[in-house]
């Protein structure tokens, strides 16, 4: 049974930075961990992927050069580093397993692979960019 834990969200002002943390428990090694988020009256967006299995990511064309996801030294501990925010990137922002093996981060910029492929769900972590 995997479990997510997510933290590190808050208030920050443009051009702020946050680190946010998604600790996963009950899961195999080779697991795909993505972030995604939720702006106000928007819908779910993925934001980065990561392949626990060869380093291979993803990521939204709008966060490029900004936000860097990574795992610690074979710990169970996914990071999404978010750096030079700006008011849109205000979200909750949430962490998810890929619900079965293979090369899911390869398939984000195809449009084969969504949200619905990911699951369980950590709790969300509100990120809030504002002056």
């Known amino acids: 049974q995997v479990q997510l834990v997510e933290s590190g969200g808050g208030l920050v002002q443009p051009g702020g930075s946050l680190t946010l943390s998604c600790v996963v428990s009950?899961?195999?090694?080779?697991?795909?961990i993505g972030w995604f988020r939720r702006a106000p009256g928007m819908e779910r967006e993925a934001v980065s992927c990561?392949?626990?299995?060869?380093?291979?990511?993803y990521y939204l064309d709008s966060v490029k050069g900004r936000f860097t996801t990574s795992r610690n030294n074979g710990g169970n501990t996914v990071y999404l580093q978010l750096n030079g925010l700006k008011s849109e990137d205000t979200a909750v922002y949430s962490c998810?397993?890929?619900?079965?093996?293979?090369?899911?981060?390869?398939?984000?910029?195809?449009?084969?692979?969504?949200?619905?492929?990911?699951?369980?769900w950590g709790q969300g972590t509100q990120v809030t960019v504002s002056s």
């Open positions: 009950g899961f195999a090694s080779d697991f795909t």
């Open positions: 990561l392949s626990m299995t060869d380093g291979t990511t």
């Open positions: 998810a397993t890929a619900k079965y093996l293979g090369p899911i981060c390869s398939y984000f910029s195809t449009g084969a692979v969504s949200q619905d492929d990911f699951g369980p």
